[in-house]
């Protein structure tokens, strides 16, 4: 696994966000990838996209992956790093996350199981 395949996918998961289109997001996951997002039970292959279009349909329309480490374990890869979410011009969310990558079939590289986490402070119940 190169550094440029993570990157690439990371890339084509902002892209798909900044288009609204969650088949180009889903494209960076394997068909059989676990979705942890926060809030909510676990998400699995083909709901991961109606999970993202949920988002997107909320008014996400972009978002950054940076990679903060990368360690290669044979077909399999873990990646973490620091995400942003944007609506428009606003950024609404930030945080971190964790990405266990997957070598497939086919010698390409997916999301496998993919948690992330807010870095913004919990609003304190009224």
């Known amino acids: 696994m190169a550094r440029s395949d993570i ?25 059989d990838a676990r979705l942890f997002p926060p809030g909510s039970d676990v998400v699995e292959g083909p709901a991961i996209r109606d999970f993202w279009q ?14 903060v480490a990368l360690e290669e374990h044979g077909d399999v890869a873990v990646e973490q790093g620091r995400y942003q979410v944007r609506a428009g011009t606003e950024v609404v969310d ?3 996350y964790v990405v266990v990558h997957r070598r497939q079939p086919d010698g390409s590289w997916r999301f496998g199981l ?6 913004d402070p919990v609003a304190s119940p009224a």
């Open 7 to 31: 990157d690439a996918l990371n890339q084509t998961f902002g892209q798909g966000l900044e288009k609204g289109d969650a088949d180009i997001v889903m494209s960076v996951y394997a068909p």
């Open 54 to 67: 949920g988002a997107i349909d909320a008014g996400v329309d972009g978002g950054a992956l940076e990679t």
């Open 94 to 96: 930030r945080g971190k």
């Open 114 to 119: 993919d948690i992330w986490n807010s870095s």
